[in-house]
Nanobody, 115 residues
């Protein structure tokens, strides 16, 4: 089984930065897809960024140029560097990692951007 532990969320002023981390543990033999989603109040969960095992990245249009996803395979960790944060980035952020066990989700971490 796989456990994901997220960290790095919090309260930040608009224009500020935060870095989210998501560390995987368990009987993991391979990690493929790693990504971040977010869910704002009253809205559906939406994809934010993704990175493949080969390092190819994809971003939602709303965060392109501001957010950067990266991974450390040795640490089984995926990161999301968020810069130039906007009020509309306020949401619960979830990481997801696909391993030999299939997809797993983190518990979510709150990101609140204030004016």
């Amino acid at each position: 089984q796989v456990q994901l532990v997220e960290s790095g969320g919090g309260l930040v002023q608009a224009g500020g930065s935060l870095r989210l981390s998501c560390a995987a543990s368990g009987s993991i033999f391979s990690i493929n897809f790693m990504g971040w989603y977010r869910q704002a109040p009253g809205k559906q969960r939406e994809p934010v960024a993704a990175i493949t095992s080969g390092g190819t990245t994809n971003y939602a249009h709303s965060v392109k140029g501001r957010f950067t996803i990266s991974r450390d395979n040795a640490k089984k960790t995926v990161y999301l560097q968020m810069n130039s944060l906007k009020l509309e980035d306020t949401a619960v952020y979830y990481c997801t990692i696909t391993t030999n066990w299939g997809p797993s989700w983190g518990q979510g971490t709150q990101v609140t951007v204030s004016s």
